[in-house]
Nanobody
């Protein structure tokens, strides 16, 4: 069964960059769309970005468009989220999850196999 593990979070200053990784084990990522979501205490999980199984198409939340880039390396069974120009409002726990192939979804209810999350803190 597919399991996802996020890594790469940490503390970064405003304007800085981080690259998150979502590594799969137990199965291949090849035939799944993969999404990144984030959550802050007291709020619901927010869609950030998602990529289709080929890596050719992606969708982004308006709040991160032009700053974040999602990509995947199916040979490494890993999906990445490159985050540039980070702002304090980007601070959250970031999660990755899988969705079935087809139209790229943005609702958390369409995703499964959530990882444990990785903390991103943006502060000077």
């Amino acid at each position: 069964q597919l399991q996802l593990v996020e890594s790469g979070g940490g503390l970064v200053q405003p304007g800085g960059s981080l690259r998150l990784s979502c590594a799969a084990s137990g199965s291949t990522l090849d035939y799944y769309n993969i999404g990144w979501f984030r959550q802050v205490p007291g709020k619901g999980r927010e869609f950030v970005a998602a990529i289709d199984w080929t890596g050719d198409s992606a969708r982004y939340a308006d709040s991160v468009k032009g700053r974040f880039t999602i990509s995947r390396d199916n040979a490494k069974n890993t999906v990445y989220l490159q985050m540039d120009s980070l702002a304090p409002e980007d601070a959250a726990v970031y999660y990755c999850a899988k969705a079935r192939v087809g139209t790229i979804r943005t609702s958390g209810s369409d995703f499964a196999s959530w990882g444990q999350g990785t903390q991103v803190t943006v502060s000077s």
